[in-house]
């Protein structure tokens, strides 16, 4: 299991194999969308709180491998400035199943969105930097 913060651009899966029984691997990328709030933008840009943030992210990587029976899970988000069409988010999950694999991201994916203090800002096409209020 790994997760992390980054401020460089996230690519693919970068996951450590998990082994011969693995029968499923999905790769989530939440890219940055061109409107935010209905407003148009040219990037979002994320703060954190370091060790709150790593530490609650690592907890719900945990539970959600105890919870899911899956083999691994990688999360990589970005903070800083983050490009319209950019990768902001990359969380890669192993299993031995689909089934066990799309339900494990769904509900890691939800648990980081509504636990992890991580803020968004939009960068209006202007330069205006306005705070978001979807997660």
């Known amino acids: ?3 992390t913060f980054s401020d460089k651009p996230i690519f693919g899966s970068e996951a450590e194999y998990a082994g011969k029984d693995t029968g ?6 939440g890219r940055v969308r061109d409107i935010e709030n ?6 979002l840009e994320y703060e954190y709180y370091p060790e709150m943030a790593e ?6 990587a945990h539970e959600t491998m105890e919870k899911f029976d899956i083999q691994n899970l990688e999360c990589t988000h970005r ?5 319209t069409g950019e990768v902001s ?4 999950i192993l ?3 689909r089934k066990s694999a799309l339900r494990a991201m769904q509900w890691f994916i939800d648990r980081l969105k509504s636990e992890v203090p991580v803020w968004k800002w939009g960068i209006a096409q202007d330069g205006k930097r306005f705070p978001s209020d979807t997660k």
């Open 95 to 97: 299993s031995r199943n």
């Open 24 to 29: 499923a691997e999905l790769i989530f990328l």
């Open 89 to 92: 988010v990359r969380i890669v």
């Open 55 to 60: 530490k609650k992210l690592t907890e719900i």
């Open 79 to 83: 903070i800083g400035p983050v490009a």
């Open 1 to 3: 299991m790994k997760v």
């Open 38 to 43: 209905g407003i148009p933008i040219v990037a």
